[in-house]
Every structure is written in structure tokens, then in C-alpha cells.
């Protein structure tokens, strides 16, 4: 996590459509998910030509624990053909907690006690569903402290 402890804030969703890669996976197998997918995606988008409409997102079915059901792609601007692990999904609208988290994806976690230490302090009672949306690309030569992913939290009622 940065230094400064991040801004959570409330905010109204439309819902999103999206084209994801699904997977149970053990939390340590995540980065080699993602690796896999977000390629796997882009191809069957291009295949279709079906375009990009926003950054990739990480999609969690449930709160992560030692496994995790998740799923990684993109945001498409309707439903399109999909098979195998490959599935359209529809992120939902409504009320949903959000916080950027700046730093690498290894002091992520920082940002989600904050996260979830809000959500509770304002009486919020969180969705089994969340995401992560990733606002710049990780590359081998960048800088990790540089990475900015906006996380997504849908709040029930």
C-alpha cells in the first residue's frame, strides 16, 4: 500500500458486461492465471471483433481464501459467442465501495483491510461478487510503486 492511506468512496454502477476466463484456482496460481487468460480473452474478442471497451478486470466469486473462484478479462459492449473457459458475465449495477490502491500487486492487501475496515464502519454488508479493474499495464521494466488498480466492491440492499 502507498503511504497515504486510500480514499474509499460510495458510488452508483451501471451494470457491465464483460468476457471472462473462469477459473478455481489456489490463490498462488493467480499471476499464471492472468497471464493465461487475459491473452485467451483478447483473442476470442478479435476473433469476433468484439471491441475493447475498458481496462482488463479480475473478477472474485466470493471472498478470496487460501483457493479462489475468479474470473479475467474484459469489459464488451454486449453479449458475444463464448465456450470452453470462457464465459460473458454481467458485473452488477448499484451502490458499490471503491478505492484505488497504488503500489504493486504484492501490498494489495493493505488497501483491502482499508477497504473492508470502511464497509463496515459504515454498516455496509458487501456482495459475494467483486473486481478489480487495472489501470495500467504491468510490465517487466516498470516501476511496481506506479501500478493503480481501482477496486470494486457492490454493498447488498
Known sequence: MSEQTPEVGLVDLQPQTVLLMRGSLPMAELPQFFDRAFPAV????????????????????????????????FPIPGPMSASGELAVETLPGGRAAQVTHVGSYDSMMGTYDVLMT???EQGLESAEVMWETYLTEPTPDGDPSAMRTLITWPVQG
Open 42 to 73: 483478447a483473442q476470442a474478442m478479435g476473433e469476433q471483433g468484439v471491441p475493447f471497451i475498458g481496462p482488463p478486470v479480475g473478477v472474485y466469486f466470493g471472498v478470496p481464501a487460501e483457493s479462489v473462484q475468479v474470473g479475467a478479462g
Open 118 to 120: 470502511w464497509m463496515r
